[in-house]
């Protein structure tokens, strides 16, 4: 919903050219806290000319900062990893405020952000090229990194924190200029961060933030200074940005969404898996892209498994994120929550049972938070399209396989490719479903396979639109560009 700007609320701004600045657009989101209703900023939406101005100054910026020495370049990411450990729980804090998610929940997605500043310190290294003497007699080939300009990043509202620095401390200490587009869901996370950077003493316009929504996000994609994008978020925002982005020259990357199958074999630690699939779907309330969203049980764990995730899910606490002992918060947004409730009542409806049924649940002294309890769905239908249908919400539906090629079989039907996990005892199988399992990100008796900042976050099928992921190595492809010198000195 937006509405007129209002002045007595907290303003969210922008930061560019190195200050902060109040947008001059006439509309804003009003976020609130997803747990208690309560209202916490004002966002704008910010402009194209807004966006345009950005550019500017990291076009500007970008000259200077690319001749600035890598090792120079890195010095300014150290200071910000020292901040960011400095402020960390004050960020943290403000992660469950604004998302809902649980204080420990939101310490660990802030951790693997500042995972990614320090990879990014060995920039040095990992930028270099390579050459070769004599490729002929007295001819020497070389192989340059170059950084490529201007780059943007666009996220999600489920990782505040964690999500821009698979992009952010890469871009520039490859000696690129960055602005960045957060969720306008949740922006005051990079509010606080950006107080941090304003104080690490970059040369202005090296890094900017511009908040807003899609006329800001059609800014930086139509904008030709802009040499490259990043996108987090849904498969068919994912897809418009890779196509639109594409269409004007730029190089891509764009994760999308996902439905992340968990196969459990009767050979499986039945008491692990069921610990490590539970938190997997319920964690974060099953607003992770690597949430584990159908449980495929192979042969006997059917019986086993399904008793014993139900019994996690009764017991898991549902509350406000910053309350002590809470395990599982709300979801962003009570339009989200009435969207979730709406796909369980068609799941029962097209004949799904819910051995645990979430709808309706109110948080104790938090009845207006957007909350639902964990929900089970048994016997889901093949053929509906709850098993296709990304829930984004704390729903573990359940269905079953003779074998585990028919598991896999199951898998290699859905659409999209983040995540697949197996759990198993048995080194074969594991073998077997690494190999052939259609996603990106595998687990072996792991719930959450999210790559650490020195691998590629992987993604395959509608997950994922491009050919370089964040992160790692992939990252320091995706910001430079290679320049080939032959040399013959006679
Ligand atoms: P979203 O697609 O609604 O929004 C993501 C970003 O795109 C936001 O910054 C938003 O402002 C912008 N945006 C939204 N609609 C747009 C439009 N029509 N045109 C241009 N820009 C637009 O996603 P979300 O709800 O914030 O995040 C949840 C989704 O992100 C889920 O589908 C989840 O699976 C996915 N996700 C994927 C990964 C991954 O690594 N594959 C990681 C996190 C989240």
Known sequence: MTTHVQAELLQVQNFVNGEWRQSNSTDALEITNPATAEPLARVPLSNAAEVNEAVRAASAAWPEWRETPPGERIQYIFKLKQLMEEHFEDIARTITIENGKTLVEARGELRRGVENVEVACGIPMMMQGYNLENI?????????????????????????????????????????????????????????????????????????????????????????DVRAISFVGSTPVARYIYSRAADKGKRVQCQGGAKNYAVILPDADMHAATQIVGESAFGCAGQRCLALSVGVTVGKAQQGFREAVSDFAANLKTGYGLDEGSQMGPVITTQSKTRIEEI???????????????????????????????????????????????????????????????????????????????????????????????????????????????????????????DLHGQGRDAIEFYTDKKVVIERWS
């Open 136 to 224: 002929s007699r007295g001819i020497d080939e070389i192989m340059y990194r170059h950084p490529i300009g201007v780059v943007a990043a666009i996220t999600p509202f489920n990782f505040p924190a964690m999500i821009p620095f698979w992009y952010l401390p890469y871009a520039i200490a490859t000696g690129n200029c960055f602005i960045l587009k957060p969720s306008e869901r949740v922006p005051l996370t990079m509010q606080k961060i950006f107080q941090l950077i304003h104080q690490i003493g970059l040369p202005k316009g090296v890094i900017n933030l511009v908040n807003g929504g899609k006329p800001a996000v059609d800014a930086l994609l139509d904008h030709s």
């Open 344 to 466: 369980i009542d068609r799941a029962v409806r097209s004949g799904a049972k819910a051995v645990k049924d979430g709808r309706g649940y109110k948080a104790p002294k938090h009845e207006s938070g957007n909350f639902l309890a964990p929900t089970i769905l048994d016997d889901v239908p093949a053929d509906s399209d709850i098993p296709k249908t990304e829930i984004f919400g704390p729903v573990l539906s359940l269905v079953h396989a003779d074998t585990l090629d028919q598991a896999i079989e199951l898998l290699s039907k859905s659409a999209y490719g983040n995540a697949a996990s197996l759990f198993t005892t048995n080194g074969a199988h594991a073998r077997r479903f690494r190999h052939a399992a259609p996603a990106g990100n595998i687990g072996i008796n792991i719930g959450v396979p999210a790559p650490v900042a020195y691998f590629p976050f992987s993604g395959w099928k509608e997950s994922f639109f491009g």
